[in-house]
């Protein structure tokens, strides 16, 4: 068995670093650190998975949308400011 | 399609068609973006209105430096914090919170309660606009013009007015956040 070294990081430590790795932010000792511990941890590697997944499920939320009411009143609003304006 | 510039100079020239076209194109992701600030759709509408108010009066002003989405959203965030209501329902919290519960780890700092496997079956858009909205105010916001709106980090520092490491730990607490929402509603049974 290897003998964990003071440089390894922990599973606590690593999910702290996951945005930063995705941001492309980490040095590169440290990036090197976080792949060493995700080779040999599937947990933190399904982690890193949910968290890309999160952020595409977050760009999937429940749209807005323009209703032609509303488009009225902004083309109303647009009027009544040029009126103003002159 | 014309671009953003192109109908800014007709905008500014009076062309009434042109105003419509930015209305079209920005008014969706206007309305998501207010939506996330204030507690109704009405006064997402109002807040919204107020906007493109702002931005005829300010148009003479407005050269070009950041692109008119970003200075859009700018206009939009600061007249919603002023109307904002939903605010007062979250509590503060501290920027230090960790991005996984620390009962989920043993002394060792492993893994002693892992990630479950997520069981989608199909997705439910509300249901993630729901956990969106679940997110303490300023980790909602970096996460809305991050991830739902595709804003980079330097035009969310410009909208929000905070600085790059500012904008990266609350997208690490926001994005740490709604991982664990989503995995509650997604996971496997627990």
Not at chain 1, 56 to 68: K, S
Not at chain 2, 82 to 88: D, K, M, N, Q, V
Request: with cysteine; hydrophobic share 40%.
């Amino acid at each position: 068995m290897r003998l964990l070294r003071t440089r390894d990081l922990v599973c606590q430590q690593a999910v702290e670093l996951v945005t930063d790795y995705l941001e492309g932010r980490l040095r590169k000792a440290e990036r090197r650190r976080f792949e060493a511990h995700l080779a040999v941890c599937p947990h933190c590697t399904e982690y890193l998975a949910q968290l890309r997944e999160t952020i595409t499920l977050t760009g999937r939320a429940e749209p807005e949308d323009l209703t032609p009411q509303m488009r009225d009143d902004l083309v109303q609003l647009y009027r009544q400011w040029k009126a103003g304006e002159q | 399609m014309d671009s953003d510039g192109e109908l800014l100079v007709r905008l500014r020239s009076g062309d009434e068609r042109a105003f419509v076209s930015l209305v079209e194109r920005y008014t969706d992701p206007m309305l998501r973006l207010a939506s996330s600030f204030v507690p109704s759709r009405a006064v997402a509408e109002e807040v919204v209105q107020d906007t493109w108010l702002a931005l005829l009066r300010g148009i003479d002003g407005f050269e070009g430096r950041s692109s008119l989405k970003t200075w859009l959203f700018r206009i939009l965030v600061n007249q919603a914090r002023t109307t904002g209501t939903r605010e007062h329902r979250s509590v503060p919290v501290a920027d230090t919170e960790p991005a996984v519960d620390p009962s989920r780890f043993n002394a060792a700092g492993g893994w002693a309660d892992p990630p479950e496997r997520w069981m989608m079956s199909g997705e439910d858009r509300k249901l993630i606009r729901a956990c969106i909205d679940g997110l303490p105010e300023r980790q909602r916001e970096v996460v809305v013009l991050r991830d739902v709106e595709g804003l980079s980090s330097e035009e969310v520092c410009a909208v929000l007015g905070i600085s790059e490491v500012n904008q990266r730990v609350l997208l690490h607490r926001g994005r740490s956040r709604l991982r664990q929402l989503f995995e509650d509603e997604f996971g496997a049974a627990r």
